[in-house]
């Protein structure tokens, strides 16, 4: 998301966030979760065939595509700005607490209700929608009120433990004053939980009712309230020391009050859409006819899912927080390189995903396994060949990308080229990570939700274990990075279990096909970033760029290298797959 540390991606009609990754900094540090076989199936249905659906809706499906993808690529440009001046605002040390209190609702609205909305309710309200007399807008209305009053208890009760809760994701390795402006900030952005949840109800019942727009667009008014706020922050305490013993009430309360009034903001932009898909959001008390039974037994496995990417959150968090009053790359930066990875992820492998599942889905309601398995093989190749060359840039041009987006005002050129260091080091899990989503779609098409969620038991082990080894073992000053890289080792964990046990499922992988084609992007790849480190080392900055007009240099001439080399050595090793993704984003120009 946006603005914000990473979350599973719910309720989302192209598998990206919704009032996440544009929203508040929420985050869940496996993103796998994604509807259900059933669920994508049902949504993927055009708003014109539902009645009253195609009223707002933007015109049918290609025309919601395109509304989506333009909504996407504005909210993530406006996200990186966000995060630029929330940096430039605040600085390392009271960015980090900052962050750390975001993390907070973001793991809560996982638990309560994240992972469910996407898995269980959008494929229950869809049901509904089609077999009740009224559209299934009563069973909605219920649902939604509900809803909101087990958010409002929730929400209620997590602010009122907020210190118990901050004392355990601080650890006692900071100071008595890092743990309380941590806490205060908590106090201010703990209630987002509700919004985030009320803005997701509202963005599903808008999907379900064919409506895309609204929710896609929505994050964009998080995000711009939240700059404005930092924008006022950065004018009013522009002159102040800001530490976390120094920082005042007032300062604290201008930044956490505007987080939280930007997810007002984002929730009541919803309403209107409401209206316009003809849907009317009455008052109705009436839990027992829900059928909770059902949803409980549906969301078990689910919130075994979610409840173990939790763990690993907690612990990311706890661990990275040991550093957060030191001038390394700590909360904040990790935030924000994962940003950048699951942008890489959003641009190419989420839009292979969304193309191949309604394919796979089909393919294995009918029984024919082989077609699922040329389906996933055909989405790791075109996968690697799209990111490959995203995954080097990364890696060799990591400290002038972070210098470019981040440094300024308070966030100086030591902390963006810290920054620098944790985007090398998420190069290597660009890849993984997509792939491992690939196969976690391929379970879904499959309905073996179950499987994937005992598949993420051991994946949270070894990533939890890597943390606690890696932190153990590195400089303090590289926490960040080793957390990167305990992620990615995580990633390749997930992605070799799933493919082994796809292949139990539904037979031959044709991985020979996948291994030759891996092979001859990571030849293409290394000729790549060599030629593109040779450039870089010859500019000034060498690698390390003093301030935005070196890193804008390098990052030019470092990235055309990269490219063109790229493309070069692939076709010369003839890999098919570069044919195709270039003819795809092509066709996505032209369009």
């Given at each position: 998301m946006?603005?914000?540390?990473?979350?599973?991606?719910?309720?989302?009609?192209?598998?990206?966030?919704?009032?996440?990754?544009?929203?508040?900094?929420?985050?869940?540090?496996?993103?796998?979760?994604?509807?259900?076989a059933?669920?994508?199936?049902?949504?993927?249905?055009?708003?014109?065939?539902?009645?009253?659906?195609?009223?707002?809706?933007?015109?049918?499906?290609?025309?919601?595509?395109?509304?989506?993808?333009?909504?996407?690529?504005?909210?993530?440009?406006?996200?990186?700005?966000?995060?630029?001046?929330?940096?430039?605002?605040?600085?390392?040390?009271?960015g980090?607490?900052?962050?750390?209190?975001?993390?907070?609702?973001?793991?809560?609205?996982?638990?309560?209700?994240?992972?469910?909305?996407?898995?269980?309710?959008?494929?229950?309200?869809?049901?509904?929608?089609?077999?009740?007399?009224d559209g299934?807008?009563?069973?909605?209305?219920?649902?939604?009120?509900?809803?909101?009053v087990?958010?409002?208890?929730?929400?209620l009760?997590?602010?009122?433990?907020?210190?118990?809760?901050?004392?355990?994701?601080?650890?006692?390795?900071?100071?008595?004053?890092?743990?309380?402006?941590?806490?205060?900030?908590?106090?201010?952005?703990?209630?987002?939980?509700f919004?985030?949840?009320?803005?997701?109800?509202?963005?599903?019942?808008?999907n379900?009712?064919?409506?895309?727009?609204?929710?896609?667009?929505?994050?964009?008014?998080?995000?711009?309230?939240?700059?404005?706020?930092?924008?006022?922050?950065?004018?009013?305490?522009?002159?102040?020391?800001?530490?976390?013993?120094?920082?005042?009430?007032?300062?604290?309360?201008?930044?956490?009050?505007?987080?939280?009034?930007?997810?007002?903001?984002?929730?009541?932009?919803?309403?209107?859409?409401?209206?316009r898909?003809?849907?009317?959001?009455?008052?109705?008390?009436?839990?027992?006819?829900?059928?909770?039974?059902?949803?409980?037994?549906?969301?078990?496995?689910?919130?075994?899912?979610?409840?173990?990417?939790?763990?690993?959150?907690?612990v990311?968090?706890?661990?990275?927080?040991r550093?957060?009053?030191?001038?390394?790359?700590?909360?904040?930066?990790?935030?924000?390189?994962?940003?950048?990875?699951?942008?890489a992820?959003?641009?190419?492998?989420?839009?292979?995903?969304?193309?191949?599942?309604?394919?796979?889905?089909?393919?294995a309601?009918?029984?024919?396994?082989?077609?699922?398995?040329?389906?996933?093989?055909?989405?790791?190749?075109?996968?690697a060949?799209?990111?490959?060359?995203?995954?080097?840039?990364?890696?060799?041009?990591?400290?002038?990308?972070?210098?470019?987006l981040?440094?300024?005002?308070?966030?100086?050129?030591?902390?963006?080229?810290?920054?620098?260091?944790?985007?090398?080091?998420?190069?290597f899990?660009?890849?993984?990570?997509?792939?491992?989503?690939?196969?976690?779609?391929?379970?879904?098409?499959?309905?073996?939700?179950?499987?994937?969620?005992?598949?993420?038991?051991?994946?949270v082990?070894v990533?939890?274990?890597?943390?606690f080894?890696?932190?153990?073992?590195?400089?303090?000053?590289?926490s960040?990075?080793?957390m990167?890289?305990?992620?990615?080792?995580?990633?390749?964990?997930?992605?070799?279990?799933?493919?082994?046990?796809?292949r139990?499922?539904?037979?031959?992988?044709?991985?020979?096909?996948v291994?030759?084609?891996?092979?001859?992007v990571?030849?293409?790849?290394?000729?790549?970033?060599?030629?593109?480190?040779?450039?870089?080392?010859?500019m000034?900055?060498?690698?390390?760029?003093?301030?935005?007009?070196?890193?804008?240099l390098?990052?030019?001439a470092?990235?055309?290298v990269?490219?063109?080399?790229?493309?070069?050595?692939?076709?010369?090793?003839?890999?098919?797959?570069?044919?195709?993704?270039?003819?795809?984003?092509?066709?996505?120009?032209?369009?």
């Amino acid at each position: 998301m946006n603005g914000g540390l990473y979350r599973s991606a719910h309720a989302a009609p192209d598998g990206e966030p919704q009032a996440t990754e544009d929203g508040v900094t929420l985050i869940s540090v496996d993103a796998q979760v994604v509807p259900g076989a059933d669920a994508a199936q049902e949504q993927a249905l055009p708003p014109e065939s539902t009645g009253a659906v195609a009223t707002g809706s933007g015109g049918g499906t290609a025309g919601q595509s395109a509304i989506m993808a333009v909504g996407s690529l504005v909210s993530r440009i406006i996200g990186f700005v966000r995060n630029a001046l929330i940096g430039m605002a605040l600085g390392t040390a009271v960015g980090n607490a900052y962050t750390t209190a975001q993390f907070l609702p973001g793991q809560i609205y996982e638990l309560l209700l994240g992972g469910i909305l996407s898995s269980v309710l959008v494929p229950l309200l869809v049901r509904r929608r089609k077999a009740d007399p009224d559209g299934g807008e009563a069973f909605t209305q219920k649902l939604l009120t509900l809803a909101v009053v087990a958010l409002g208890v929730a929400t209620l009760l997590v602010v009122v433990i907020a210190p118990v809760i901050t004392g355990i994701q601080v650890g006692g390795d900071n100071t008595e004053a890092y743990g309380d402006l941590v806490t205060r900030f908590a106090y201010l952005i703990l209630p987002i939980i509700f919004f985030t949840g009320l803005s997701a109800l509202i963005g599903a019942v808008l999907n379900v009712r064919g409506h895309f727009a609204a929710p896609m667009w929505a994050p964009i008014l998080n995000n711009l309230v939240v700059i404005a706020t930092c924008g006022l922050f950065i004018a009013i305490f522009s002159g102040d020391r800001i530490t976390a013993e120094s920082i005042s009430p007032g300062a604290v309360l201008l930044i956490g009050a505007g987080t939280l009034l930007g997810m007002v903001v984002q929730a009541l932009g919803l309403l209107p859409a409401l209206r316009r898909v003809g849907f009317h959001w009455r008052w109705r008390w009436d839990p027992r006819s829900l059928g909770l039974r059902e949803v409980g037994t549906l969301a078990g496995w689910m919130l075994c899912y979610v409840a173990a990417n939790q763990v690993a959150v907690f612990v990311v968090v706890r661990i990275l927080n040991r550093v957060a009053g030191e001038d390394s790359a700590s909360v904040l930066a990790f935030n924000n390189v994962f940003l950048l990875t699951m942008m890489a992820h959003g641009i190419i492998g989420v839009s292979v995903m969304t193309a191949l599942l309604p394919k796979m889905s089909a393919a294995a309601a009918d029984g024919r396994y082989a077609e699922v398995s040329a389906d996933l093989s055909r989405g790791i190749r075109l996968t690697a060949v799209a990111l490959a060359p995203i995954a080097v840039v990364y890696g060799v041009l990591g400290a002038p990308i972070a210098v470019f987006l981040f440094q300024g005002g308070r966030f100086t050129n030591a902390d963006a080229l810290a920054a620098g260091t944790v985007l090398v080091v998420a190069a290597f899990a660009v890849l993984p990570l997509s792939i491992s989503y690939l196969c976690t779609y391929a379970f879904y098409s499959l309905q073996g939700n179950k499987t994937a969620a005992l598949i993420n038991l051991p994946v949270v082990a070894v990533r939890i274990g890597a943390y606690f080894l890696l932190a153990a073992v590195l400089d303090r000053s590289l926490s960040a990075a080793g957390m990167t890289a305990a992620n990615a080792l995580s990633y390749l964990v997930s992605a070799l279990i799933s493919l082994a046990v796809l292949r139990r499922k539904i037979g031959r992988l044709n991985l020979g096909s996948v291994a030759v084609a891996l092979v001859k992007v990571l030849v293409a790849a290394a000729v790549a970033a060599g030629a593109g480190l040779l450039v870089v080392r010859l500019m000034p900055g060498a690698g390390e760029p003093d301030g935005r007009g070196e890193a804008i240099l390098q990052l030019l001439a470092g990235g055309s290298v990269i490219l063109v080399v790229y493309l070069g050595v692939a076709a010369l090793l003839r890999v098919r797959e570069v044919s195709q993704v270039m003819g795809m984003v092509r066709r996505k120009v032209g369009r």
